[in-house]
């Protein structure tokens, strides 16, 4: 999904070391996040496995540039089971 400046596309278990790099590494990420700053690769890995074989309850992409595919965030809701639980969140790392 697109619209011709930033692309959503589903997580990928080739993710996961990119985004613990990025998390991790972020002091101003880490400001705003329940990211743990030691998450590993590994523990992307696995939350992208559960996140990926959940019917519901959760939904994440990864936001990526649309011309060259350069990851670029992160972009996830989450609820328990009434729509007034729904959580959003989201993050962009600065641009270097």
Do not use: C, K
Not at 11 to 27: F, I, L, Q, R
């Amino acid at each position: 999904m697109s619209d011709g400046v930033v692309a959503l596309r589903r997580w990928s278990p080739g993710d996961a070391e990119w985004y613990a790099a990025t998390v991790s590494g972020d002091e101003l990420i880490q400001q705003f996040t329940a990211e743990s700053p030691t998450v590993t690769a590994e523990d992307v890995r696995s939350a992208i496995g559960a996140l990926l074989s959940q019917p519901s309850g959760a939904a994440g992409f990864l936001i990526a540039d649309a011309d060259d595919h350069r990851r670029l965030g992160n972009i996830a809701l989450t609820h328990e089971s009434a729509p007034a639980t729904r959580t959003p969140a989201r993050w962009t790392p600065a641009r270097r």
